[in-house]
């Protein structure tokens, strides 16, 4: 647990500091015709998200591939994990996985901050257009109800990223990379292997995603 808080800790801190940083480039550099502004605004967050994860997997990566060893028995610390890691794989051994990683997670990203970004967007548009007696501004339920949408959405669509990514770092000397991973996979349990473990994916998303984004508002 311990190394789950600190890895997910640090590297949310760097992701969202990245991220509000763009959104203020994006801002700053917004077209002034309205139909290229608005497609701007909606685009241009997808690419900040990924960019903001790139900044936090130097911390995240390590991090969820020694939790993935404790788990899975491979080590029995995370100072004997690091050392024996060190020892038998070299410095880059840490990042073992980490295309898998970017393969689960940069999409992931960029779906979660992008969607919540852009449905909250969408909704508030629609609660001006209804004639809302909230129109004019975006409530917390609103958040959290944009919020758990998003994480529904966002876990099912990458639940195949994840179970290649579970793969590698669980088994990396088994595959050449993420693809290989991937074709192994369905190869020996089918395409739907792929999805093995999404509904309950969803169902913890959810509500993670419904109470995590709207405090981080």
């Known amino acids: 647990i311990g190394t789950y808080v600190t890895a997910d800790g640090v590297a949310g801190a ?3 500091t990245t991220y509000e940083a763009l959104k ?3 801002a700053r550099n917004r077209p002034e015709d309205p139909k290229k502004a608005e497609a701007w605004d909606r685009w241009s967050l997808f690419a ?3 960019a903001s994860f790139i900044a936090s997997s130097v911390v995240l990566v390590p991090g969820e591939l020694i939790k993935q060893r404790l788990q899975m028995g491979q080590i029995t610390s995370v100072p004997q994990g690091i050392a024996h890691i060190l020892k038998t794989e070299g410095p880059l051994g840490l ?3 980490y295309g898998g990683v970017c393969f689960r997670d940069v999409p992931y990203t960029m779906l979660e901050l992008g969607l919540y970004d852009n449905f909250k967007s969408l909704y508030f548009k629609f ?10 501004s975006i409530t917390q339920l609103d ?8 994480g529904g959405l966002t ?6 990223m994840d179970v290649v990514k579970t793969k590698l770092m669980t088994d990396s000397h088994l595959y050449t990379g993420f693809f290989d991973a991937a074709r192994k996979q369905v190869a020996a349990q089918g395409f739907g292997s792929l999805f093995y473990g999404g509904g309950a994916r ?8 419904a109470i995590y984004l709207p405090v981080y508002e």
């Open 24 to 26: 203020r480039v994006i």
């Open 48 to 50: 900040a998200a990924g």
């Open 14 to 16: 760097i992701k969202f």
């Open 202 to 209: 969803v169902a913890w998303l959810m509500p993670f995603t």
């Open 155 to 160: 876990g099912y669509i990458t639940n195949p």
């Open 127 to 136: 609660k001006n257009r209804a004639g809302s007696k909230n129109s004019g």
């Open 143 to 150: 958040e959290i109800m944009c919020a758990a949408i998003t």
């Open 95 to 97: 990042f073992a996985g």
